[in-house]
């Protein structure tokens, strides 16, 4: 019975562990310094980043760099420290 209930709990927490699916199971707070972003006209926007955010819902990035604030894809974007 004991050994039951061990292996009930494993199944439990390995369970909760994967229906997470793309999320973190603790947040971790990034910084960066600079970014580069690809426009679809082709053209890269390099600089020091403001601030940034990436979205809980989807793969959206918004990064403000030099006063203008882009938002766009997660592949499109590469943040550096």
Same mark, same amino acid.
């Given at each position: 019975?004991? $050994?039951? *209930?061990?292996?009930?709990?494993?199944? *439990?927490? !390995?369970? !909760? %562990? +994967?229906? %997470?699916? =793309? $999320?973190?199971?603790?947040?971790? =707070?990034? +910084?960066?310094? $600079?970014? *580069?972003?690809?426009?679809?006209?082709?053209?890269?926007?390099?600089?020091?980043?403001?601030?940034? $955010?990436?979205?809980?819902?989807?793969? @959206?990035? @918004? /990064?403000?760099? #030099?006063?203008?604030?882009?938002?766009?894809?997660? +592949? #499109? /974007? /590469?943040? *550096? #420290?």
């Amino acid at each position: 019975m004991k $050994r039951l *209930m061990i292996a009930l709990l494993l199944l *439990m927490t !390995l369970l !909760l %562990c +994967t229906a %997470c699916g =793309n $999320r973190a199971m603790f947040d971790t =707070n990034y +910084t960066f310094t $600079r970014a *580069m972003i690809a426009l679809p006209d082709g053209t890269y926007i390099e600089g020091p980043v403001e601030s940034w $955010r990436d979205y809980d819902d989807g793969d @959206q990035l @918004q /990064v403000t760099i #030099n006063g203008v604030t882009y938002l766009t894809h997660a +592949t #499109n /974007v /590469v943040l *550096m #420290n």
